[in-house]
């Protein structure tokens, strides 16, 4: 009678166990999520030449299509050029004079340009997320591709959004740097191409509970 009682009990703890095992990855594995924003909430575009808009007019650059999609001011602070060192200087200030709701930080492309160290520009990216989260201020990132024949976004940005738990979206620019329709010389982007590259934000702030 004693050992009729222990087998089931030995077996509904196995069973336990294994729901408990293939149930937590799927549980550690939820994607990070944003705060909603209110209706005049401020959206800060913080970046490079992407951000400024080279290659279109300035109501044709993401920001602006951005600013339409979601019908919330988004400012476009774009520098052309600018290097994630540079942009760690910039940042502070643009934040004190903006007070934005959240950022969608974009920057990286010049580093790899130059070919600056990864792990460097990496660092750079995760010190200004740093720096905005420590003003209570919500962020996101989009990576920027290793320009090659074939280019794919740069694995430091996967390992970033990995690592911080950030809302990214680390394909659409690749995406659209392989398609010629798209831009407007080797590294920038037409109209249509800031047009895709808005829409993909859009969608993004939308599935993350922003919009």
């Given amino acids: 009678m004693t050992k009729s009682w222990r087998k089931p009990s030995f077996v509904m703890r196995t069973l336990l166990l294994l729901v408990w095992l293939l149930a937590a990855p799927f549980g ?6 944003l705060a909603r924003l209110s209706q005049n909430a401020i959206i800060l575009a913080f970046g490079d030449s992407l951000t400024y ?10 920001p602006a299509v951005l600013a339409e999609l979601t019908e919330r001011q988004v400012i476009r602070a774009g520098v052309p050029g600018e290097e994630t060192s540079q942009g760690l200087k910039r940042l502070p200030a643009v934040l004190d004079e903006h007070l934005p709701d959240l950022v969608i930080l974009g920057l990286g492309g ?9 792990a460097a520009t990496k660092q750079n990216l995760a010190k200004m997320v740093q ?27 996967h390992e970033l959004a990995d690592e911080m738990a950030l809302v990214a979206e680390n394909e ?12 407007s010389d080797p590294i920038h982007f037409n109209q249509q191409g800031y047009r895709k590259l808005a829409e ?9 509970g922003a919009l």
Wanted: with cysteine.
């Fill in 28 to 33: 550690c594995s939820d994607p990070p999520g």
């Fill in 53 to 62: 808009g080279t290659g279109a007019k300035a109501g044709q650059s993401y």
């Fill in 110 to 118: 010049n580093d790899i340009l130059r070919r600056r160290s990864n």
């Fill in 131 to 157: 720096l905005i989260r420590d003003r209570n201020i919500q962020v996101v990132i989009f990576g920027v591709p290793e320009f090659g024949l074939f280019p794919d976004t740069a694995d430091f940005y």
């Fill in 172 to 183: 659409i620019v690749a995406k659209l740097m392989r398609d010629s329709a798209m831009k």
């Fill in 200 to 208: 993909a934000l859009h969608a993004m702030l939308i599935e993350a």
